[in-house]
């Protein structure tokens, strides 16, 4: 079956140090691929999402890239900043009604 | 951004009690979700709705029920509440067109005494 697997946290930086949080899936087919992010006290939103292979998706100076020979999404940044602190969700969406989420990674930047 | 909200944001209830949890869209979407959200943080599907009418159950078995009369609203119903219903509680909508991407309310904290 469909399913994501991304790093544990929590994963705590300091203020501009880069970021990488890896997420990798298995999947039949095709899948599109997305990463959330929940700010403290909020709900899911969309941060960036992939629909086919080599893709690079991008808001807010974050990236991943859709990479079909290692079924990977890992997620970057170059600089963190504190208001980047929330639980980032790697998913994936084989277009069927479900969505499959990771479960969850804390991100905490230190100022 | 989304413009789908949760009522009430936070609720604190005694064992027993019937409590509704009330979720409104208005983009029109048909696709309409909960999620219960551990201390862990990780989403568990507990229903689902394709449209008006239309209510399935999802991965994770839960005591609750829902309906979906209008396709804007789709509210979560304990008709007993327990202490192991407490968690934060999801919902989510998405369009038929883009219906991968998941639009999410700000989440209902649910805690039973």
């Known amino acids: 079956g469909n399913s994501v697997t991304q790093m544990e946290g929590p994963v705590t930086l300091s203020e501009e140090a880069f970021l990488t949080i890896n997420c990798t899936y298995t999947?039949?087919?095709?899948?599109?691929l997305f990463w959330y992010v929940q700010y403290p006290g909020e709900g899911l939103q969309l941060l960036l999402k992939?629909?086919?292979?080599?893709d690079k998706g991008s808001n807010k100076g974050f990236e991943a890239t859709y990479r079909k020979e290692t079924t990977s999404f890992h997620l970057e940044k170059g600089s963190v900043q504190v208001s980047d602190s929330a639980v980032y969700f790697c998913a994936l969406s084989t277009g069927g009604f479900k969505t499959i989420f990771g479960a969850g990674t804390r991100l905490f930047v230190k100022a | 951004e989304a413009d789908i909200y949760q009522t009430p944001r936070y609720l604190v209830i005694g064992t027993g009690k019937k409590i509704t949890l009330e979720c409104s869209q208005t983009m029109g979407h048909d696709k309409m979700y909960w999620y219960q959200q551990d201390p862990g943080m990780e989403l568990h599907l507990i229903h689902y709705s394709y449209g008006v009418n239309s209510t399935e159950k999802g991965d994770l078995s839960s005591e609750s029920t829902v309906s979906r009369i209008r396709t804007e609203h789709f509210p979560l119903t304990l008709e007993s509440a327990r202490p192991s219903h407490t968690s934060q509680y999801l919902c989510?909508?998405?369009?038929?067109?883009?219906?991968?991407?998941?639009?999410f309310g700000p989440g209902t904290r649910l805690t039973v005494t």
């Open positions: 989510a909508s998405s369009d038929l067109v883009e219906s991968s991407r998941q639009y």
């Open positions: 999947a039949t087919g095709y899948p599109s």
């Open positions: 992939a629909t086919k292979a080599d």
